[in-house]
Structure formats: structure tokens, C-alpha cells
């Protein structure tokens, strides 16, 4: 059977995180903010919301070096609706943090993981006061998504161990043995529950969210990392799935090899696959894996897709990535596995495949007729071949982004170019628009089905509003808007005039 895209007309979307969004406590987080966000999208008829992993973070903010690929970050949960909804009381103190921080245009980490501990405080105070459907819908939730107790076990060992790896625990922790496990559970049961609780208010959330979208018209596209973080429950709980032996110690690691960034290549330090393993279980983790991050979204930008086709192994004791090896990965066997466990359906994937892409990672992509991704601001580098080039992209089924959240602003990465390559732009591309707007212009008239836009170039935005800068890890996922909606609304406004323009010309 001849698989079809899912992107099927011309739409737009805009890429943001939900931390970055107004309306929350702190920073953004499951309420009105969000469903302001979502009708603010409809009314300009923009069909795309596209954000980051929903996962918790690692020490540095990171949502793709998460402890769990199955949980939510705490962060996102709302005040407002638990205390609507009889969870909690209003509390002072949380209020107070929640006002001071709506005053900022970036959040600090510890303030955010302070007021979690104050709600969920809150949350097991009066817990017990709480209907017994209320109790009852809680452990059927429990019951259904296994992975939640290991992963409050996990979150409990590592605050019982000052937040160290799985790996410098002690022993019978470290090596998840049964008995030790079980009397950890006994001792520790109020903060095993209260993780517990906090993942059923954030998925009972979340899906009144995801709900109001598709009533609204939207579709979420949510994002999976390929790799795992080896500090996380996935490898804690599923060893033999990963290169990393009992102790913690890395066998393989994963990376890219050298190339014109970096003569020795790049170390991500994230245990590869024992692809024979997951073939051996049919791939029975990553099903699991798919089908709860589907719950979540519609739709899944697939990081390093490429890994699906092959993948760059490097020593689990190497210094740098020069002396790695290209293996093949069973990226058909297994999509096929998750097609079939999602009723033989067109997997919704966008597949990232940005860099050199080899003509294995193109066939597998295209036999699944997932649509690639094309980066306007990799485009203009004078080579008349470079794939990013608008006249060079061929084809309905892309995904067309001026940058991504890796990347520059779109206007910081205009006023850096050199002004001939900014008066090449103008002249070949004439817009009406300044920068970025008329980036955005150029990206709209391109053939793809699909054009998104992070929101930081809606709102013309320089660096200073940069969410993450790869190869570093300070004041990276902090920022956030501190406007309002009708600021916001102000300037999406024009994208929705400009993709009528848009519909017209095309």
C-alpha cells in the first residue's frame, strides 16, 4: 500500500515552548495562558503549534536530556486549575513567586523547582480530602501507564542522593535489586505518591489542553529526542536495551563524526542502541515510547532521524569522535512495528534530517512518506545546489522553518550577514517586509505544504531572545514573553494577513 503524507494542504505554524508562553505561574504552564494561546492561533487561522519535548529537564534546562521518556516536566503545572478544581487551596507564598516571576522575561531553574515543591505540598495535604472518583480515577491512570512508578522511584532514589547519577548509588540501588527497591518504597511512600500525583494532574491538564486544540482546529506537534540520557529511568530500568554496562560505564557512546563544524567530530554521551535486543522484544520499548508521546500530540518531529538508518558509534572511553564507526540501524523494521501497533496508520512523523544526509536515511524517509525538514537560514551560503535554497526545494511534503530553536533569530541572523548577501536576498526575493518578515514571506512561497516559524521572529525578536545556543550551557530554555497576548496578537495578526497573501499567490 502507497503511504500518503498526513500534511496535506498549505498551512501554517508556529514553533514555541509552553515555558515560554505568558499566563502561567512563573513561567508558562497548563491553564488559560495556554488555551489564550491556542485560540489566538485559531483566529488567525494558523493550524501549527509546534514545541519542544513536554519531558522534565536535566540540570542545565535541557528537554532533550531528560530523566524520563515518558513523564512531564513539573514546571508546567497550573495553580489556577487546581485550586479551581478542589485540588488545593490558595497559598500566599506561591502566589507571591508566581507574581514576581510574571514580571521577568526569563526564569531562574531553582525558583521553578521551589514552587513545584510548594504545590505539591500543597497537592498531598489534601489529598486525602479528595473524592473518592477523584482517587479512583488516579489509580487507574497509575495502573495503565506502568512506567510512572518506576520513574517516582527513580526521581525519589535521586533526591535521596543529593540528585547524583543512577550510577555513584549505592550498590543494591544502583543495580535496582528488589528487596532494596521495595523497603526504599515502604520508607519513602509520601514522595513516591506525591510524583506520582503530579504526573496524573499534569497529563489530566495536558489533555484538557490537547482536547481544546483539536476543538479549536490545532495540531500539536510535539518533538522526541532519538537518544536517551543515560542519567535517566529508561537506562536505569531497561539496561540491557543500552550500550552501558551494570556499573553505569558507557560501552558505546553516540556522536557525528567529524565534518566542516568540527574537525573531531561531537560526543553526546548518551548510550547507543542494542538494536538486537529490540528486536528480539519487537521493539516493545519504543512502541511504548511512540504510543505515549502520541497520547501527548498528533503529530512528532523525530530528532536525528537519520539514526533511524544508521548511526555513528564512537567508544564508550573516546575523547572526541573521530574514531567512530557508521552502523546500520533496523529503522524499517521498526517503523514498520509502530505502524502496524498504530493499526497499519501513516505514522504522523516530521523527520529532522538536517546536515549530510545519505541516500538510506532519503529511502527510508520517503518509503514511510514522512515529510523532511528545510532551514531558510542555512540557505543562502552562495552554493546554487544547496538544498535549502527555496527554488531548490522540490515537493509538497517539507516542512519549511525559518530557524529552529537551535538557531539564531532570524533577525540576529540577518543583521550578522554580510550586507552583499542581505542585498542578494532582496534582490532575488523582493518583499515589502523588513527582516524577519521577509524570510517568513520567502518561506510561505515556497512549495512546501507545511511553513512554521518560531514565535521569536513573529515578534521580530533579536538574541537576546534566543532559547538555547548549541555548545553551551548557561542561560540556555529560560526565556520567556513577559508581554501580553494582545502584544502577541498584535504581531500574529500579520502572519495570518501574510498567509491569506500567501494562499493567494500560490
Not at 171 to 194: D, G
Not at 447 to 457: C, K
Amino acid at each position: 500500500m502507497q503511504l500518503e503524507s498526513f500534511i496535506s494542504k498549505r498551512s501554517l505554524g508556529i514553533l514555541i515552548h509552553p515555558s515560554s508562553l505568558p499566563g502561567g505561574s512563573y513561567c508558562g504552564t497548563f491553564g488559560e495562558g495556554l488555551k489564550n494561546w491556542i485560540d489566538l492561533l485559531s483566529t488567525n487561522k494558523i493550524s501549527y503549534w509546534q514545541f519542544l519535548p513536554l519531558a522534565p529537564v536535566d540540570q542545565t534546562g535541557s528537554p532533550y536530556s531528560s530523566p524520563s521518556s515518558f513523564a512531564i516536566n513539573p514546571w508546567f503545572l497550573d495553580v489556577d486549575e487546581l485550586i479551581k478544581s478542589g485540588f488545593i487551596y490558595e497559598n500566599q507564598e506561591i502566589s507571591k513567586i508566581s507574581l514576581e516571576g510574571s514580571k521577568n522575561d526569563s526564569f531562574d531553574f531553582k525558583i521553578a523547582d521551589s514552587l513545584s515543591v510548594l504545590i505539591g505540598n500543597d497537592i498531598f495535604d489534601h489529598w486525602k480530602n479528595q473524592s473518592e472518583l477523584d482517587k479512583k480515577n488516579f489509580y487507574f491512570w497509575c495502573t495503565k501507564n506502568s512506567w510512572v512508578n518506576d520513574y517516582a522511584v527513580f526521581m525519589a532514589l535521586k533526591e535521596e542522593f543529593e540528585n547524583k547519577p543512577w550510577w555513584e548509588w549505592p550498590e543494591q540501588f544502583k543495580l535496582k535489586k528488589k528487596l532494596s527497591i521495595e523497603a526504599f518504597v515502604k520508607l519513602k511512600e509520601r514522595e513516591i505518591l506525591l510524583k506520582k500525583l503530579f504526573q496524573w494532574h499534569l497529563n489530566r491538564q495536558w489533555m484538557e489542553i490537547k482536547k481544546f486544540a483539536s476543538k479549536k482546529g490545532i495540531k500539536l506537534i510535539g518533538d522526541l529526542p532519538f537518544y536517551v540520557s543515560k542519567d535517566s529511568v529508561d537506562v536505569w530500568s531497561n539496561k540491557s536495551l543500552f550500550s552501558v554496562s551494570n556499573e553505569g560505564d558507557l560501552i558505546f557512546q553516540s556522536g557525528v563524526p567529524p565534518d566542516y563544524f568540527s574537525s573531531t567530530g561531537q560526543l553526546w554521551g548518551t548510550p547507543v542502541y542494542y538494536w538486537a535486543k529490540h528486536q528480539r522484544t519487537k521493539f516493545d520499548w519504543w512502541v511504548k515510547r511512540f504510543k505515549r508521546q502520541f497520547e501527548l500530540v498528533d503529530i512528532l518531529r523525530v530528532d536525528h532521524f537519520r539514526a533511524f538508518a544508521g548511526y555513528w558509534r564512537v567508544d564508550g572511553n573516546a575523547k572526541n569522535a573521530i574514531n567512530g564507526k557508521w552502523i546500520k540501524s533496523p529503522g524499517k523494521e521498526l517503523l514498520k512495528t509502530i505502524t502496524k501497533s498504530f493499526d497499519g496508520k501513516n505514522l504522523p512523523i516530521i523527520a529532522e534530517d538536517l546536515g549530510v544526509i545519505t541516500e538510506d536515511v532519503i529511502s527510508l524517509r520517503n518509503s514511510f512518506a514522512l515529510p523532511g525538514m528545510k532551514i531558510l537560514q542555512f540557505a543562502f551560503d552562495g552554493n546554487i545546489d544547496n538544498p535549502y535554497l527555496p527554488k531548490n526545494i522540490q515537493g509538497k511534503n517539507w516542512v519549511v522553518y525559518t530557524g529552529t530553536h537551535d538557531n539564531s533569530t532570524t533577525f540576529s541572523w540577518w543583521e550578522d550577514l554580510e550586507p552583499h548577501k542581505r542585498i542578494e536576498i532582496d534582490h532575488e526575493y523582493s518583499s515589502a517586509y523588513p527582516a524577519p518578515w521577509n524570510i517568513i514571506e520567502i518561506g510561505m512561497k515556497t512549495s512546501a505544504n507545511l511553513f512554521i516559524t518560531p514565535i521569536q521572529d513573529i515578534l521580530s525578536l533579536d538574541n537576546t531572545s534566543r532559547l538555547n545556543t548549541p555548545g553551551t550551557i548557561e542561560n540556555n530554555w529560560k526565556w520567556k514573553i513577559k508581554e501580553s497576548f494582545d502584544f502577541i496578537n498584535f504581531s500574529v495578526e500579520k502572519y495570518g494577513k501574510l498567509g491569506e497573501l500567501n494562499s493567494r499567490i500560490n
